[in-house]
């Protein structure tokens, strides 16, 4: 933001915690998937954080459809398209992707020219860190 910068983080996980590191009220339930599954305009889910800041959230799913999250793939994978049609918009495209090899995410993946592995300290992580590969052009 010093910068001038301009940047967009896009949650895509189904968890849609990324909003809460933006600020917004706990019961705010929209976002891009939720709009795409209720035939709506995934744009309308973006939301202004600061002037060079936009968050667009995953918003919330049903206990149904968070069951079945890798069966909404054909709908959801739009996302990957508007990624693509963002790049020029924005300077930074920041993605949070869930932790796994869902479709979605592994789609995703294939949009990012770097992908930053967070990691916990703790013995766990560690043993996580041996037991999957890292994607392309990926650090930790």
């Known amino acids: 933001q010093l910068l001038g ?3 967009l983080a896009i949650d895509a996980s189904p968890d849609n915690m990324l909003r809460f590191f933006f600020n917004t009220d ?11 599954l209720d035939g709506r305009d995934w744009r ?8 060079h800041i936009d968050l667009l959230p995953f ?33 930074w495209l920041l993605l949070d992707l869930p932790a796994g090899y869902s479709p979605l995410t592994r789609e995703l993946l294939t949009l990012c020219d770097r992908s930053l592995v967070v990691v916990h300290p703790d013995a766990n992580s560690h043993i996580r860190l041996h037991q999957q590969p890292l994607p392309a052009n990926g650090d930790i």
């Open 5 to 7: 910068e301009s940047v």
């Open 26 to 36: 706990i019961h705010h339930q929209d976002g891009w998937a939720r709009a795409l």
């Open 44 to 51: 309308d889910a973006g939301l202004r954080y600061t002037q």
């Open 59 to 91: 918003g919330q799913l049903s206990a149904g459809e968070r069951e079945n999250v890798d069966q909404l793939q054909p709908t959801l994978g739009a996302i990957a398209e508007a990624v693509q049609q963002l790049q020029g918009q924005y300077r």
